[in-house]
């Protein structure tokens, strides 16, 4: 066997070439000098998404007057939220510490599950809770009758079914093929472009995958929350008071901002042709779908709302009178 690969004791060797049992992730940066700084901003930023999403999930279950559909969509989100963030962000903690940077095969392909679950979950979830806005704001008089709790139930459980399945589907496509020289992955988790650019047998197939599922499970449900805030901008136009039409504005357009950041950053990181996949500015790109939105979420939905505001407020207020 003529392998320009050094052999490693931990791997098995099959059939004339070596099996790959355990994956190393590069640094995360060529400067050693900014990983000190690097790990107390990603935790600080990690942290900051755990407590606003776990305080959204406290009030909007003591809290009677959030007992609603678009809570309900809200509380879910921040759930997914947590799950999703702690699919990578910990392992990326513990990597820009130390010197082995090393995840098991089982680990990464676990890693990758759980990361597209979260993420394919979290595009329909958002695209439910556009959908809500827009009856809510366009249709109020049909409101109550369309987004029952069934329906409101109904739509969150295909979300998260739809997570599973294709998560699924995609993670066996690419852990079944094979793997037997470089076992170094250029980023900070065991995303799908660098894992393809390791795998050595062809990956046409999974490209294929991918942009199949880029463009029905981002850009579509992307494309319909852009048309759902077009038709809300639209009702908001046209709305008598100046207060409510530009509060409600400015609402609107924060949520597209973070849908975009997500979403956008998503589309040009897994629709790019795979011989860009390399560079460090796509790092810097996932952060912004890893963590960014996850962080900002929480208050661009729910922080900045007055409902929830009061909530809050009532929630501090029975703590200090116990
Ligand atoms: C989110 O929605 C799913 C499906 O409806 C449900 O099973 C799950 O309990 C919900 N989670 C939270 C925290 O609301």
């Known amino acids: 066997m003529t392998s320009a690969v050094k052999k490693d004791p931990r791997d098995m060797t099959s059939r004339n070439h070596t099996v790959v049992t355990y994956f190393q992730f590069l640094p995360f940066s060529s400067i050693p000098e900014i990983q000190g700084s690097l790990f107390c901003l990603v935790l600080l930023m990690y942290i900051s998404t755990l407590v606003g999403n776990i305080l959204i999930i406290i009030i909007t279950m003591v809290d009677a007057a959030l007992h609603s559909p ?38 990464c392909a676990t890693q990758m599950y759980a990361f ?76 799908l472009p660098p894992l393809l650019k390791l795998a050595c047998g062809a990956t046409y197939k999974n490209e294929i995958t991918i942009y199949i599922v880029v463009v029905v499970f981002i850009m579509v449900p992307f494309l319909f929350i852009v048309v759902s805030y077009v038709q809300i901008l639209h009702t908001i136009f046209k709305m008598p008071t100046a207060k409510g039409k530009r509060k409600t504005f400015s609402t609107c357009f924060s949520h597209l901002v973070v849908v975009t950041l997500f ?30 939105s996850p962080m900002m979420n929480p208050l661009i939905y729910s922080l900045r709302n007055k409902e929830v505001k009061q909530a809050l407020k009532r929630l501090i207020a029975r703590k200090i009178s116990m």
């Not at 309900?72 to 947590?82: G, P, Q, R, V």
Request: aromatic letters at 16%; one cysteine or more.
């Open 263 to 292: 979403y956008g950053s998503g589309i040009v990181t897994y629709l790019r042709p795979k011989a860009f996949y390399s560079s460090s500015s796509n790092k810097l790109l996932s952060l912004s779908y890893t963590l960014m």
């Open 70 to 107: 678009m809570y309900f969509f809200l509380k879910n989100l921040s759930f997914l939220e947590i799950g999703y963030t702690t699919s990578t962000i910990p392992k990326m903690l513990v990597n820009l510490l130390t010197k082995r940077k090393e995840i098991s095969f089982l680990g």
């Open 116 to 191: 597209s679950l979260f993420g394919i979950t979290e595009c329909c979830l958002l695209a439910a809770m556009a959908y809500d806005r827009y009856l809510a704001i366009c249709h109020p008089l049909h409101y109550m009758t369309v987004m029952s709790w069934n329906t409101c139930f109904l739509l969150s459980a295909v979300s998260w079914l739809v997570g599973v399945l294709v998560a699924l589907g995609q993670t066996t496509l690419i852990f079944t093929l094979p793997y037997c020289g470089p076992k170094r992955i250029n980023h900070f988790f065991c995303d």
